[in-house]
């Protein structure tokens, strides 16, 4: 398995072909080096079924990327930096062009006082 | 109804509930007009009937403009009082709701398995408490409308640190007080300060919390002027922050705490994986240990205002200098 910081040079980001291009310098282990390649891409793809990649442009990144380091970890019992993953989706994305989420917009355009549920009264009410 | 049966829990008619008041009283009584959570909604309901299950306050309720079927037991978490507040909060959930909708529709099995078990939970109640010979649907609970409130992210707040929003609340909405800005320590340098902690105790794994603390910051810059403050602490708000200045670094402990409260609410647009979620909690609650351990650094123990409070905490003075002592050391990162 690669250290996971694929050196191939990828073009912006929104082309979809080619990300599993093998790096031309592994030419000698080239089939085991695609083969792993393949199943961590597969894994990222997966993980974007669960963790949106517009989720990544707002208020929720941190935690969607959280999400992703968990995924990715489990799958491949090993550490992915926050770092590590963001490059991996960057094989198949252009981060910075995706919009927010609407529904990000309207949780943050509207106001409300912060109130106390009610449970934290119990006690003094009594 | 009380006397209907010998059931162990139908004797817990109007009656009883009235007569035999446990050491603490009941929050909502019987007759008394709320809103419930039914869902991911609130709807106007009326209390029935109470009693004490389990040492905790279980209410029947009855949805009002519903039909009967839906009437259920609850618990007091479902439940708040009827104040135009809450009103103004139900609407505003309705609201969120539409727009919401699509993105529940595309949950996935985690959210089923946990709504069947709330179904499970609804029957049980049903069986237990439902006088016998009404009909009832069993799983309407689970049924109508995509449950969500069960479904939000339990997060345990320690009790010290629920007595210190109680007194926030307290302060601010009742004694007509502010938080002195700018904080010391800042959001942004307690996170640190639990960064730099974590990172000499577990090494690698601090690199997850970090994007948590990241994402905790995130949510406090964008949610503070939006969901974490009292009406009364706007105007401060905008006298004190300037455009391009992040909350994290001008309000401290006290609000952060606050964003905890809320933290289910922002998380649920998260679709995070069970698995991932219980380790997530878990880190959350490592932090809130954090600040608990440390509340009488991060915490005013006297917040501003025309009173002088009766002081609520022991040496305040004293914690206030060795906050500032203590604080030197930070310097003012971005996480």
């Known amino acids: 398995m690669s250290s996971g910081k694929p050196k191939e040079e990828e073009h912006d980001g929104m082309s979809v072909h080619s990300p599993c291009k093998p790096p031309p310098s592994s030419a000698s282990s080239l089939p085991k ?53 963001l490059q991996l989706l960057d094989r198949f994305y252009n981060l910075e062009m995706l919009k927010t989420d609407d529904e990000e917009i309207d949780l943050l355009n509207h106001e409300e006082d912060f109130s106390l549920p009610s449970s934290y009264f119990i006690k003094e009410e009594s | 109804m009380g006397n209907s049966s010998k059931d162990d829990s139908a ?182 300060k639990f960064l730099e902690y974590k990172t000499k105790k577990d090494g690698m794994g601090a690199d997850s919390i970090g994007e948590i603390l990241k994402g905790i910051r995130c949510y406090f810059d964008k949610s503070l002027p939006t969901m974490l403050l009292y009406k009364r602490e706007r105007k401060q708000y905008s006298e004190v922050v300037a455009n391009d200045v992040s909350p994290s670094t001008i309000y401290g402990a006290e609000h952060l705490l606050r964003l905890f409260v809320k933290l289910p609410e922002l998380l649920v647009y998260v679709n995070i994986e069970e698995e991932t979620m219980t380790r997530l909690q878990q880190k959350l609650l490592d932090f809130l240990k954090f600040l608990q351990k440390n509340q009488s650094i991060f915490f ?26 203590k604080l030197k050391s930070f310097s003012s990162v971005v996480i």
């Open chain 1, 33 to 85: 080096e695609q083969a792993a390649q393949v199943e961590l891409e597969l894994r990222v793809l997966e993980a974007l079924e669960i963790y949106p990649p517009i989720k990544l442009q707002g208020i929720h990144r941190h935690f969607v990327i959280y999400g992703l380091m968990e995924f990715l970890k489990r799958s491949f019992d090993r550490h992915f930096s926050a770092e590590e993953v």
């Open chain 2, 11 to 192: 004797t817990s008619g109007d009656a009883s509930a009235g007569d035999v008041q446990p050491a603490n009283s009941s929050l909502y009584s019987e007759g008394e007009r709320v809103l419930a959570y039914h869902g991911p909604r609130i709807y106007e309901a009326k209390v029935q009937k109470t009693e004490i299950r389990k040492k905790e306050w279980r209410y029947f309720v009855h949805y009002l403009g519903w039909n009967k079927n839906w009437d259920e037991w609850v618990g007091e978490d479902r439940l708040m009082k009827h104040t135009e507040e809450n009103v103004q909060k139900q609407q505003a959930l309705d609201k969120k709701q539409s727009i919401d909708k699509n993105v529940k529709s595309g949950r996935s099995n985690q959210a089923k398995a946990k709504s069947s078990m709330d179904a499970k939970v609804d029957k049980e109640d049903i069986k237990n408490n439902v006088p016998k010979g009404k009909k009832r649907k069993t799983d309407s609970g689970a049924e109508k409308g995509s449950v969500t409130v069960e479904k939000l992210v339990k997060i345990q707040i320690p009790a010290t640190l629920k007595k210190q929003l109680v007194d926030d609340w307290e302060y601010v909405t009742q004694q007509d007080k502010l938080v002195k800005l700018p904080r010391s320590p800042t959001v942004d340098e307690i996170l640190t």
């Open chain 2, 300 to 325: 005013l123990s006297a917040y501003d205002g025309a009173k002088v409070s009766e002081g609520k905490g022991k040496g305040k003075d004293d914690r206030e200098a060795f906050c500032s002592v």
